[in-house]
């Protein structure tokens, strides 16, 4: 078999939640990202024969998240050959920014390519939301909705899974802040309040229609006046030091609206233009300068294109 039969696929990160949209809401960044390349083989089964960008990933299939979507498409195609892959890691793991939804982009779409697209793009979210099971342990599909589709996603439901893609209406950038401390998924999930008083969830509910309209009637003030969490930030927001200055920072600086990205510890504000999120980032990063707590901060692109390929056969495998 041709050892150049391959192609590379590129996934962005993703900002889910956002504010009032807690677990039906995402969208797509343009920067940073992770890469997957993927070859045919003679041998049955999947092989993941290199990891760059970062150390303590498993290369063993059933244990890294690119081999699950894999495997799990190779068995609704009925594949008869097996599958090489890569994995390069663009993308901070355990940020909030979506790092394994990335991962599990980028290898179900490049494993579709080369298979020749059985598979529209929208129908890769089903195999992308079994490695966030694996990453996670559970199957949900925030963040590799908008890193498949690009632009704003909503999750309306499960049963059956009905993804509605809002695309970007309007320009929007993201300016994101990665204060580098451990933040486990299962610790902002266990704080989360089960019940709701009614007064709270009507707020919730008319911030959210209010986000959609904003982006739909390309009103940027609506947007900003919806842009808030009435019921889970202010209990999630506590695992996160400094985070009411840095939001507070954010919105003087001119940001439409602020608030925790996916489980966090990243904290998201948006603006209208990128020289007003260049701003916002500035404001961001001086409330952690001397905290002695390190950060990490990126200003991106809400794009509408989410997962694209980067590489196919004129490539050589070796270089990831």
Same mark, same amino acid.
């Given at each position: 078999?041709?050892?150049?039969?391959?192609?590379?696929?590129? /996934?962005? /990160?993703?900002?889910?939640?956002?504010?009032?949209?807690?677990?039906? #809401?995402?969208?797509? =960044?343009?920067?940073?990202?992770? @890469?997957?390349?993927?070859?045919?083989?003679?041998?049955?089964?999947?092989?993941?024969? /290199?990891?760059?960008?970062?150390?303590?990933?498993?290369?063993?299939?059933?244990?890294?998240?690119?081999?699950?979507?894999?495997?799990?498409?190779? @068995?609704?195609?009925?594949?008869?050959?097996?599958?090489?892959?890569?994995?390069?890691?663009?993308?901070?793991?355990?940020?909030? #920014?979506? %790092?394994?939804?990335?991962?599990?982009?980028?290898?179900?779409?490049?494993?579709?390519? !080369?298979?020749?697209?059985?598979? %529209?793009?929208?129908?890769?979210?089903?195999?992308?939301?079994?490695?966030?099971?694996?990453?996670?342990?559970?199957?949900?599909?925030?963040?590799?909705?908008?890193?498949? !589709?690009?632009?704003?996603? #909503?999750?309306?439901?499960?049963?059956?899974?009905?993804?509605?893609?809002?695309?970007?209406?309007?320009?929007?950038?993201?300016?994101?802040?990665?204060?580098?401390?451990?933040?486990?998924?299962? =610790? %902002?999930?266990?704080?989360?309040?089960? @019940?709701?008083?009614?007064?709270?969830?009507?707020?919730?509910?008319?911030?959210?229609?209010?986000?959609?309209?904003?982006?739909?009637?390309?009103?940027?003030?609506?947007?900003?006046?919806?842009?808030?969490?009435?019921?889970?930030?202010? @209990?999630?927001?506590?695992?996160?030091? =400094?985070?009411?200055?840095?939001?507070?920072?954010? !919105?003087?600086?001119?940001? &439409?609206? /602020?608030?925790? %990205?996916?489980?966090?510890?990243?904290?998201?504000?948006?603006?209208?233009?990128?020289?007003?999120?260049?701003?916002?980032?500035?404001?961001?990063?001086?409330?952690?300068?001397?905290?002695?707590?390190?950060?990490?901060?990126?200003?991106?692109?809400?794009?509408?294109?989410?997962?694209?390929?980067?590489?196919?056969?004129?490539?050589?495998?070796?270089? &990831?």
């Amino acid at each position: 078999m041709n050892s150049t039969d391959f192609v590379k696929a590129y /996934a962005p /990160a993703t900002v889910a939640n956002v504010c009032c949209g807690f677990d039906v #809401l995402g969208f797509a =960044l343009d920067q940073p990202g992770d @890469e997957v390349w993927v070859r045919k083989t003679e041998a049955q089964g999947i092989t993941i024969s /290199a990891i760059h960008g970062i150390e303590g990933l498993s290369a063993n299939p059933a244990e890294n998240v690119i081999g699950v979507v894999a495997q799990k498409m190779l @068995e609704a195609l009925e594949v008869p050959h097996g599958l090489e892959m890569q994995l390069h890691k663009g993308m901070p793991v355990g940020s909030g #920014l979506g %790092s394994s939804a990335a991962s599990s982009a980028a290898a179900a779409y490049a494993v579709n390519e !080369l298979l020749g697209s059985p598979f %529209s793009t929208k129908e890769l979210v089903v195999f992308a939301m079994e490695g966030e099971r694996k990453a996670s342990g559970s199957a949900h599909a925030d963040n590799v909705a908008p890193s498949l !589709l690009g632009g704003f996603v #909503l999750v309306r439901d499960y049963e059956p899974l009905d993804v509605v893609e809002l695309g970007v209406p309007l320009e929007l950038y993201c300016t994101v802040l990665y204060p580098q401390i451990e933040l486990k998924t299962s =610790l %902002s999930r266990q704080i989360l309040k089960q @019940e709701i008083p009614l007064k709270q969830g009507i707020r919730q509910w008319g911030n959210l229609a209010g986000l959609m309209a904003g982006l739909l009637k390309k009103d940027y003030a609506l947007l900003g006046r919806s842009l808030h969490d009435a019921i889970f930030e202010p @209990e999630r927001s506590i695992l996160i030091p =400094l985070f009411k200055q840095v939001k507070s920072a954010a !919105l003087a600086a001119g940001a &439409l609206g /602020a608030g925790i %990205s996916g489980s966090g510890p990243s904290i998201f504000a948006l603006s209208a233009t990128r020289a007003q999120a260049l701003a916002v980032q500035e404001a961001m990063e001086a409330i952690y300068s001397g905290s002695g707590i390190e950060t990490k901060s990126y200003v991106a692109q809400v794009p509408e294109q989410g997962v694209r390929l980067v590489g196919h056969s004129s490539y050589k495998p070796a270089q &990831l």
